[in-house]
């Protein structure tokens, strides 16, 4: 079936760092991705988004990364700071929009 | 902001029992999902509504059921609880089907 998938489950970073997040799908036919952020004991909250028709794009320290040739995108966290310890996890969106997939995350732990 | 609300953090049910989760959102919002969060599974999707009184199943549907009445109000119904539906139950809500989804807290349901 279709799949969207995370690399690694855990991640650990120093405080100040650069952390990167990769995230692979199997629907070349996706054309809509979030990153979310989950903070223990709450719900995950979005982070940044993009669409088939960019490779990147930029928000406030995050910058995701999408290749659609190899079916992957990446979450760039800069400048890691201890409240961006949380599981973060991608979804991604097929073409009629209630296709529609979540990765199972990876841990981010950073150490100070 | 968006507020997605859930009616309880914690629950506690016995085996057999009717467990109904509650989800209101304040946005106007047309669609309203139900996930269910497992270690190592990720978000898989239970039910989604498009609109009032309209449902849809996921991938999961089966041992629950929903209930959409009302824009803002969307159940999740367990008509018998089972102890393998002991999880994290999140709701979400969007705008449009291919738009990013606001999620809820999360209720966390214990079935002994």
């Known amino acids: 079936g279709e799949s969207v998938g995370l690399h690694l489950p855990t991640l650990s970073v120093q405080e100040g760092d650069n952390s990167i997040i990769n995230c692979a799908y199997s629907n070349s036919a996706s054309d809509y991705f979030i990153w979310y952020k989950q903070e223990s004991g709450k719900g995950p909250q979005f982070i940044i988004d993009?669409?088939?028709?960019?490779d990147k794009r930029q928000g406030q320290r995050v910058t995701v990364l999408l290749n659609k040739t190899v079916k992957h995108l990446s979450l760039q966290i800069a400048a890691t700071q201890p409240g961006d310890s949380a599981v973060y996890f991608c979804?991604?969106?097929?073409?009629?929009?209630?296709?529609?997939?979540f990765g199972t995350g990876t841990s981010l732990t950073v150490i100070p | 902001d968006v507020k997605v609300t859930q009616s309880s953090r914690y629950l506690v049910k016995r085996t057999g029992e009717k467990v109904f989760l509650e989800c209101v959102q304040d946005m106007d919002h047309e669609n309203m999902f139900w996930y269910r969060q497992d270690p190592g599974l990720g978000l898989r999707l239970i039910y989604f509504?498009?609109?009032?009184?309209?449902?849809e199943k996921g991938d999961i549907p089966e041992g629950y059921s929903v209930s959409r009445e009302k824009k803002e109000r969307f159940s999740l119904i367990l008509e018998s609880a089972s102890t393998n539906q002991t999880s994290m139950y999140l709701c979400?809500?969007?705008?449009?089907?291919?738009?990013?989804?606001?999620f809820g807290p999360g209720t966390r349901l214990l079935v002994l």
């Open positions: 979400a809500s969007s705008s449009q089907l291919q738009e990013t989804q606001y």
């Open positions: 509504s498009y609109d009032v009184k309209m449902k």
């Open positions: 979804a991604g969106w097929g073409p009629t929009g209630n296709q529609f997939y």
């Open positions: 993009i669409r088939s028709n960019m």
